[in-house]
C-alpha cells in the first residue's frame, strides 16, 4: 500500500513512516520542516527513512495538490500541524495557516484524490478542562482553552464535513502526551531531562498539582496503524494510555531513569494549559483490538538511554 505521510519529519511521523516501511508500504514523506524547533533533530529522522520525499507547505495548496497528482497515495497518514498549546498563545497565525489552511487544502486533495482512508491528528486538548474524567469520545468538546485546541477541534469538523458530503473515509485520532526516542524538544520529556542533565531548575507549573496521561510512542504508533489499516466512513478515537501519572511522581521516574536529581521551581498554573488528562480508550480497543498500556518507567527508559546517546551524554 502506497501511505502519504505528511509531518513525516516529526515524531510521531517519523515513527509511524519506520513501521509501515518495516511491514513492506511504500511512503511518500512531506513535510515542511518548520524552524519551530531544531531542523536538523528533523533531518535526523529522516535518515532513519527510505522515503521518497518532498519539502513542501501543506498551506500551498497547488503545491500540496501535485503531490497527490503524481503520488495517487492509497492511504494518507495526516500529522502535520502546528503543535503546542503555549506557543499559540505567541504565535497564532502559524496555527491557523498550517492547521485550519492546511488541513482544508487535504481535504480537497482527498476530495478530488480519494484514498482508502485518511487518518489524522486531532488532540487531548480539545477536552478543555473537562472535570469529567477519564475523557471518553462522547463527551461535548465545544469549549476548548487554547488556540491549539481550537484548530483540532475544527479539524475533526471539517473531516466529518467531507466524510458526509463526498464520502470520505476519516478518522481523527485524539493524542494523548506521546513520549519516546527521537521527542519533540518543546515537550517536558525533552525539556526537563535537559535541564537534569545541565544541572538547571525545572519549571513545574500548578505547583506540581498536575496529572497526565503519558502515552509512549511505539503505543501511538501501533493504534495508528491499526485504524488506518481499518477505513471508517468517520471515527474519533483516544490514544492514550489510560494511566495518568502526577507531575511530580512523573519527574521522580525520570531522576531514576537519567540517575540524576532535578531541581524544581515551583510555577503557577499557564493560560491555556489543564488540570489533568486521562484517556477513556474502549472505543479504540473495540474498533481495533488494542490500546496502549506501556508503563511511564518502562518507556522513561528507553527515553533517557536515546537522550543520553543522541546528545552525547555519558
Known amino acids: 500500500m502506497k501511505v502519504l505521510v505528511t509531518g513525516v519529519a516529526g515524531f510521531i511521523g517519523m515513527h509511524c513512516a519506520r513501521k509501515l ?9 512531506v513535510d515542511n520542516l518548520s524552524p519551530y524547533y531544531s531542523v536538523e533533530l528533523k533531518r535526523d529522522r529522516l535518515k532513519q527513512l527510505a522515503i521518497r520525499f518532498h519539502q513542501r507547505d501543506i498551506a500551498d495548496a497547488s ?28 504565535n497564532p497565525s502559524t496555527y ?12 480537497e486533495c482527498c476530495r478530488r484524490h480519494p484514498p482508502r482512508h485518511l487518518v489524522f491528528a486531532s488532540s487531548s486538548s480539545v477536552y478543555g478542562s473537562n472535570p469529567d474524567l477519564p475523557w471518553s469520545e462522547s463527551h461535548n468538546v465545544d469549549h476548548p482553552v487554547s488556540l491549539y485546541a481550537a484548530t483540532k477541534k475544527s479539524n475533526e469538523l471539517m473531516a466529518h464535513v467531507y466524510s458526509h458530503l463526498y464520502g470520505l473515509q476519516a478518522t481523527g485520532l485524539r493524542f494523548f502526551t506521546v513520549y519516546g526516542p527521537w521527542g519533540r524538544p518543546d515537550m517536558s520529556p525533552m525539556l526537563f531531562a535537559r535541564a537534569i542533565m545541565e544541572g538547571e531548575a525545572i519549571q513545574v ?15 501511538v504508533v501501533e493504534g495508528t496503524i491499526r485504524v488506518l489499516d481499518r477505513p471508517s466512513r468517520y471515527a474519533i478515537y ?16 525520570l531522576e531514576r531513569a537519567l540517575g ?8 503557577p ?6 488540570k489533568a488528562t486521562y484517556a477513556d480508550t474502549r472505543a479504540l480497543r473495540n474498533a481495533v483490538g488494542f490500546a496502549p498500556d506501556t508503563p511511564l518507567a518502562a518507556g522513561l527508559e528507553r527515553f533517557a538511554a536515546w537522550f543520553r546517546q543522541y546528545y552525547g551524554y555519558g
Open 63 to 90: 503545491s500540496l495538490s501535485s503531490i497527490f497528482e503524481s503520488e495517487k497515495p492509497e492511504a494518507v497518514l495526516h500529522l502535520a500541524a502546528q503543535a503546542g498549546v503555549r506557543y499559540s498563545l505567541e
Open 260 to 267: 540524576r536529581k532535578a531541581k524544581l521551581e515551583m510555577k
Open 238 to 253: 483516544n490514544i492514550g494510555n489510560h494511566q495518568p501519572v502526577a507531575l511530580l511522581d512523573y519527574i521522580a521516574l
Open 96 to 107: 491557523v495557516q498550517a492547521n485550519l489552511v492546511g488541513f482544508a487544502n487535504l481535504l
Open 269 to 274: 498554573m499557564q493560560p491555556g494549559d489543564v
Open 21 to 29: 516501511l518495516a511491514r513492506g508500504d511504500e511512503v511518500v514523506g
Open 205 to 219: 507549573f500548578n505547583h506540581g498539582d498536575m496529572q497526565r496521561d503519558f502515552t509512549y510512542v511505539d503505543d
